[in-house]
């Protein structure tokens, strides 16, 4: 679910813009790093790229009659990291605009910061807590899918009241919308929230037992962890 | 026994049906953002939410070879570089 077209508009879209491409500066740079730090792994930028823009754009039936989307960007900034993951997210988000009019231009910068900023960093900081207290790998993504993707959307609420609040129409208060827009989220999203929780931590359990040198490698599971699933 | 890249392709394809089913308005299963975002901000008098600047979907055909490409092309990339995370672990010498 992002925000679309014409939800944020005048200073507000200025503003997220320019929020959005200030984080932008910051993913740019964190590509540069891991290009240097790891020049045989430039392939899984591209990887994450393809993965956050495709699972972002897939509209997944939930019980309600709605449909809604992954995150994918907790399970790309455990992997690559909360920068990285934040770059490949603008650029797909810019992109997921322009060709399908999912999301928006007014609002990249907004969704930028829901999906790429708190997504990205609330997953892979929920990993590496549950990391620190001794969770096998798949749990510790699970705890990381699921924290980022309900992050996503409380942020994305709150972006979402706070624009219509203000809006020329408003009808509740900014503690009203953000009742109302929970309250439709939230049985659409739970369910895929769970769903993106066993997804991250059976596909970082399955990269363990398969290639456990490139999640060492990356500093995402290294040293003694290597050992243990 | 369980086949991780035969169970990811099978997913793949279930999950871009969906988006290549998908009819605009004809559709019974709106998404969240339609459903929710943009009914909320057209009621709270932004007229032109959910107008797109770049409307693709008017293009007809072209719009169907937009969404086989976005299926298309990540699909592609993720296969391509697949070993990269799922491959079996290097040959030790």
Redesign the interface.
């Known amino acids: 679910m992002h925000i679309a077209e014409g939800i944020i508009t005048g200073v507000a879209a200025f503003a997220y813009a320019g929020a959005g491409a200030a984080l932008m500066a910051v993913g740019a740079r964190g590509i540069r790093r891991f290009q240097e730090e790891h020049p045989e792994r430039k392939p899984l930028i591209g990887m994450g790229a393809a993965v956050i823009f495709f699972l972002t754009l897939i509209p997944i039936p939930a019980f309600t009659g709605t449909t809604s989307h992954p995150c994918a960007t907790p399970l790309i900034a455990i992997l690559l990291g909360p920068r990285v993951a934040l770059a490949l997210t603008g650029v797909s988000l810019l992109l997921q605009a322009a060709l399908f009019a999912h999301g928006g231009f007014s609002s990249w910068g907004a969704n930028l910061l829901a999906l790429g900023l708190v997504g990205g960093m609330s997953g892979w900081g929920a990993f590496q807590f549950a990391r620190k207290l001794g969770a096998p790998i798949g749990w510790a993504g699970a705890l990381g899918g699921v924290v980022g993707d309900i992050l996503v959307y409380v942020a994305a609420g709150l972006i979402l009241a706070l624009a219509l609040s203000h809006a020329p129409g408003a009808q509740y208060s900014f503690a009203g919308y953000l009742s109302v827009i929970y309250v439709a989220y939230g049985p659409t999203q739970l369910p895929l929230a769970l769903g993106e929780a066993a997804i991250t931590g059976l596909v970082l359990r399955h990269v363990l037992r398969q290639r456990p040198e490139v999640l060492s490698d990356l500093r995402v599971w290294g040293g003694r962890d290597v050992q243990s699933t | 026994m369980f086949n991780?890249r035969k169970t990811v392709l099978l997913a793949w394809v279930a999950?871009?049906a969906?988006?290549l089913a998908?009819t605009g308005d004809k559709t019974?299963?709106?998404?969240?953002?339609?459903?929710?975002?943009?009914n909320?901000?057209q009621?709270?008098?932004?007229e032109?939410?959910?107008?797109?600047?770049?409307?693709?979907?008017s293009l007809g055909d072209l719009w169907n070879l937009?969404?086989l490409l976005?299926?298309a092309?990540?699909?592609f990339?993720?296969g391509?570089?697949w070993d990269?995370?799922?491959?079996?672990?290097?040959k030790q010498p």
């Open positions: 991780l999950l871009a969906p988006v998908q019974p299963m709106k998404g969240m953002d339609e459903a929710v975002n943009i909320l901000a009621q709270a008098g932004h032109n939410a959910g107008k797109p600047l770049l409307d693709t979907e937009l969404l976005g299926g092309v990540p699909g990339i993720v391509r570089y990269h995370l799922f491959g079996k672990r290097d």
